[in-house]
Nanobody, 123 residues
Framework: QVQLVESGGGLVQAGGSLRLSCAASGRTFSRYPMGWFRQAPGKEREFVAT???????LYADSVKGRFTISRDNAKNTVYLQMNSLKPEDTAVYYC?????????????????WGQGTQVTVSS
């Protein structure tokens, strides 16, 4: 079992930056690929980024070049650095994990989810 708690959300102006954190507890965190997803009002939850235990990453096209996912296995924490934020990045951001060694972008492949943190980007 893995428990995930996100933090770092808030209100920021367009062009600004935020760094989200996801603290994990429970089973061995370092073995789990981690992912970030987001859900805007009235829209389905969508993939943002994922990182393997060894640091390999995948990004959604909409955030590539602006967002960076990273992890600190010693601190059981995964991060999402978000730069050049746009109003369309406004959403609740969720941290997620699964027990496979592969990198997945589909929601259905993830077993564990955090409660989410709100990110609002004003124009």
């Amino acid at each position: 079992q893995v428990q995930l708690v996100e933090s770092g959300g808030g209100l920021v102006q367009a062009g600004g930056s935020l760094r989200l954190s996801c603290a994990a507890s429970g089973r061995t965190f370092s073995r789990y690929p981690m992912g970030w997803f987001r859900q805007a009002p009235g829209k389905e939850r969508e993939f943002v980024a994922t990182i393997s235990w060894s640091g390999h990453t995948l990004y959604a096209d909409s955030v590539k070049g602006r967002f960076t996912i990273s992890r600190d296995n010693a601190k059981n924490t995964v991060y999402l650095q978000m730069n050049s934020l746009k109003p369309e990045d406004t959403a609740v951001y969720y941290c997620a994990a699964h027990g496979s060694s592969r990198l997945y972008t589909s929601i259905g492949n993830y077993d564990y989810w955090g409660q989410g943190t709100q990110v609002t980007v004003s124009s």
